[in-house]
């Protein structure tokens, strides 16, 4: 999402006639689009920000901004410009370019919003919070966007933090891979909770759907499932995945896993470590359990010390390399 509204806001600014600086001297605009989901990400990006000030002691004239998830989280001082993900686009027009409504998108990859923030409230996560509740994008704006940009990209994503949370998500799904064009549609990132059989089938009746899906599974443990408030057990996610390998037999599964979770025992990651063996991944992203302030997992008893957290993604990692 954060390549998304990155990639929006470069071509607002060089369709007004910015160009993109090559070195600290010729630099006249820093924006820093920023995520603050892991607490590693937003310690890098404010170490970022304070080489940014340094160099407009150098260049006073120089103007920096911080849009994105941690603009709503936290105040910073010695910026010009601070939005939250909701109004990050405004950034365009406060360093004085007029926002266009459809700027020229001649990317091979296009992105398509069509559900903002979350209010699923896993445990662990902050989304909720600074990316704000649910909310559905009007459908005539996703075809209007979508008919922008389905005679240049090679490939097109409908993205949501939630996205088959987007009501009768398999019907949208099928309008769409039914439009002309050369292009393979993709969807991310979808909640094990929502996702249904109609949403299988329609992947499986239509050529111009990927057959990959991301699906965050987080842990493979029912007691963790649980604690982490994600609404579905490992028997449901292993149901899905065997609806997905029945009606599309080359489909790539990926998924997310979350080590050290607060109240993960030994026994808890070694069943997470079975079920990933038993499924299969064709790739995972694997990171031990970042704490983020204000979150109902933050306040858990049984934190898991953060060198076993990280010893069990490392360990993760070394059987997914193996598997993959
Ligand atoms: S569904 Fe995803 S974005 Fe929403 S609260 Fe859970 S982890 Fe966060």
Redesign the pocket.
């Known amino acids: 999402m954060n390549v998304n509204t990155a990639e929006k806001i470069t071509q607002q600014l060089l369709h007004a006639g910015h160009t993109l600086a090559e070195s600290d001297d010729e630099t006249d605009v820093i924006i820093f689009n920023t995520c603050c989901v892991r607490n590693t990400a937003e310690q890098k990006i404010l170490s970022h920000i304070a080489l940014a000030k340094q160099l407009k002691q150098r260049r006073p004239h120089l103007k920096i901004a911080v849009i994105g998830c941690l603009s709503a989280k936290r105040k910073i001082n010695g910026v010009d410009i601070l939005l939250g993900t909701q109004d990050a686009m405004q950034v365009v027009e406060k360093l004085g370019t007029p926002l266009q409504k459809l700027p020229p998108v001649p990317a091979d990859t296009a992105y398509i919003d069509i559900t903002y923030g979350?209010e699923?409230?896993?445990s662990y996560?902050i989304?909720?919070f600074v990316r704000g509740r649910l909310r559905i994008r009007p459908l005539e704006e996703i075809r209007q966007e979508f008919n922008q940009v389905k005679d240049t990209a090679k490939d097109i994503y409908l993205l949501g933090?939630?996205v088959n949370a987007y009501p009768d998500f398999p019907k949208l799904l099928a309008e769409l891979a039914q439009q002309t064009g050369d292009f393979t549609l993709h969807f991310l990132s979808p909640?094990p909770k929502d996702f249904d059989i109609e949403t299988i089938k329609v992947m499986a009746t239509y050529p111009k759907i990927a057959h990959d899906i991301h699906l965050p599974m987080q842990s493979g443990c029912d007691k963790i499932l649980k604690l982490m408030n994600r609404k579905y057990t490992v028997a449901d996610y292993l149901k899905i995945v065997k609806d997905l390998r029945t009606y599309i037999p080359d489909i790539h599964i990926t998924t997310d896993i979350i080590c050290g979770f607060p109240g993960e025992t030994e026994d808890d990651f070694a069943t997470t470590v079975k079920v990933v063996e038993e499924i299969k991944f064709s790739a995972a992203y694997i990171f031990p359990y970042s704490n983020r302030s204000g979150t109902v997992a933050d306040k858990m008893e049984n934190q898991v010390p953060f060198r076993t957290r990280k010893a069990r993604a490392t360990k993760l990692v070394e059987i997914m390399r193996k598997m993959s």
């Open positions: 979350c699923n409230f896993c996560c989304v909720p933090q939630n909640h």
